[in-house]
């Protein structure tokens, strides 16, 4: 409905002003009429001046519709654009963080708990990266939740 709030107050303001016409009599255009032949008993002009407004405010409807369109479209091209380069930065940071996970597998006495905690921190950080890149609409309560953690990233032992 709000998309066709033009159209809407268009057609009230038209209705209204044709129905004012008709209830009091009233004539607007009695001298364009009688330029193009006097027909001044069909009640045109009233008729006339409220589809001239009508088709007015649909108009503006449209453009306003239009534009936002627009808006919306370039939104999502940033917002795309945006994620890409986040992606990348992190996919590069992850790669990097491998190295310190074979540092660690291969230093003697490492705790294994913490390789698994590692593990479970980086499956949980590659599926946040998928589902925000899965989001289907660009608002913010959406991109929020799709990235709230789904795990408890800390078992028991580390808190």
């Known amino acids: ?6 159209t809407l ?25 009688e330029l193009f032949g006097g027909h001044d008993n069909l009640k045109i002009d009233e008729l006339a001046l409220s589809l001239i407004i009508l088709v ?3 108009a503006l409807d449209l453009f306003h519709r239009r534009r936002s369109r627009v808006v919306r479209v370039e939104n999502l091209k940033i917002y795309k654009a945006m994620l890409t380069s ?12 491998q190295l310190f996970k074979m540092t660690a597998e291969s230093t003697e006495g490492f705790p294994e708990e913490v390789l698994q905690l590692y593990d ?14 899965n ?12 990235v709230a953690p789904q795990i408890d990233v800390f078992p028991d032992g580390f808190k």
């Open 1 to 6: 409905m709000k998309d066709y709030i033009f």
């Open 9 to 33: 107050i268009g057609s009230v303001v038209s209705l209204g002003l044709w129905l004012s016409t008709l209830a009091f009599d009233l004539t607007y255009l009695d001298g364009v009429l």
């Open 56 to 58: 007015l405010f649909l």
């Open 86 to 97: 986040t992606q990348h930065i992190l996919n590069n940071f992850l790669n990097q963080m």
């Open 120 to 133: 479970d921190i980086m499956d949980d950080a590659l599926a946040q990266i998928d589902q925000l890149s």
């Open 135 to 146: 989001v289907a609409s660009i608002d913010e309560k959406t991109i929020v939740d799709s």
